[in-house]
C-alpha cells in the first residue's frame, strides 16, 4: 500500500477516523450519500462494534483458559508428577524437565489469565467508543496475546489424551 502511495493503516481503530476526516465528509455530502453527523454516527458505531467483539474473544478466551486450558494442563502435570517420583522410587535417575517445564508455562498462563480478566473489567468502565476500542486494541488484545502464548507451547507438551480440544 505504501509502495502505490495508499495509506497503511494497520488496525480497524485506525481506519475509523478516516470516515470523518474533512475530505471524506465534502466527499459524502456532496453527492448526497450522508451527512457528517451520519459520518459522525457510523464510526462511533464501529468502535462499538470493535469494542464488543474483542470484548466477546476475551471472555471466550478467560473461559476456555480457566474452565478447560488449566485443569487440563494441572492433570497432566499431577499425572507428570506422580510418574517422575514413580521413576525415581524405582531408583532411576528420572530428569524432571518436562515437569519443570510445564510447571513454569501453566505460571505463565495463571499470570496473563489474571492479568486478562482485569484489564477486560476495566474496559466496561470505559464508555467513550474510541476511547474503549483503542483499550481493546492496545490493551486487551496484548493481554490475549499474552495469554495464548504459554497456551501455545502447552499444547505441544501436554499429552493429546488430556488436551480438551482436537
Not at 493503516?9 to 451520519?38: H, N, Q, R, W, Y
Not at 480457566?66 to 528420572?94: C, F, Q
Not at 477486560?120 to 493481554?143: M, N, P
Request: hydrophobic share 45%; charged share 30%.
Amino acid at each position: 500500500a505504501e509502495r502505490r502511495g495508499l495509506p497503511n493503516i494497520k488496525s480497524m481503530v485506525d481506519a475509523v477516523p478516516a470516515l470523518t476526516a474533512p475530505k471524506a465528509i465534502k466527499l459524502f455530502e456532496s453527492f448526497g450519500v450522508f451527512t457528517e453527523s451520519e459520518l459522525r454516527s457510523r464510526a462511533e458505531i464501529k468502535y462499538e462494534a470493535y469494542a464488543k467483539a474483542i470484548n466477546i474473544e476475551a471472555k471466550s478466551m478467560i473461559d476456555i483458559a480457566s474452565k478447560h486450558i488449566i485443569p487440563a494442563v494441572v492433570s497432566y502435570t499431577t499425572e507428570l508428577a506422580n510418574s517422575v517420583i514413580a521413576v525415581s522410587e524405582a531408583g532411576v535417575d528420572s530428569s524432571k524437565e518436562l515437569l519443570d517445564e510445564v510447571t513454569k508455562y501453566l505460571k505463565e498462563m495463571k499470570a496473563a489469565l489474571k492479568k486478562l480478566t482485569e484489564v477486560t473489567e476495566k474496559a466496561s468502565d470505559i464508555t467513550e467508543g474510541k476511547e474503549q476500542a483503542t483499550y481493546f486494541r492496545d490493551v486487551v488484545k496484548v493481554a490475549m496475546d499474552e495469554l495464548r502464548a504459554p497456551a501455545d507451547k502447552l499444547e505441544m507438551i501436554v499429552d493429546k489424551e488430556f488436551w480438551p480440544f482436537p
